[in-house]
């Protein structure tokens, strides 16, 4: 997220591009290409978030217009107050004094990135989609990580399956 511009997102069509990542090594900063192929990828954004992003570029010019020659313009979304990039372990210390300030119980910045996955396959969306998201190379790793998630949905697939067998034989039965 630390490398995403405002040129990989697209309010209109709501959805963003996943083409960099940011690594902090000991020469400083790096943007490199996602690790895989798969990484790679176009994510459709819910509106709550295009609402937020909008919201948040305003205040992000504004910033820009506060600062003036000090902002330095990467173009980034989620830039440092003075528009350079996060390095990512000072965005992770950034997160957890907002957590604290929000009274938050403890979350790591990443564990947001599991939030997604387990909230999409609880709501039934199913595991290949969540993957794509992720942008994992395969099913399998999804279905790996996130497995503690799953028998919860195979009880609500089992009712359903229930509900369809029932009204198959109810339909049946009508017709005979």
Known sequence: IVALTWADVD???????????????????TVKAPKTAKGRRTIPLPAITVEALRRHRAQQKAERLRLGSLYQDAGLVGAAPDGAYWPPDSLSSAFQ???????LPPIRFHDLRHTHATQLL???VHPKIVAERLGHSTITSTLDTYSHVLPGLQEEATRQLDRALRQALRDTQAGA
């Open 97 to 103: 004094r907002f957590r604290r300030e929000a009274n």
């Open 122 to 124: 609880r709501q039934s």
């Open 11 to 29: 309010l209109d069509s709501s959805s963003l591009m996943v083409t960099k990542s940011l690594e902090q090594t000991r020469a400083g900063l």
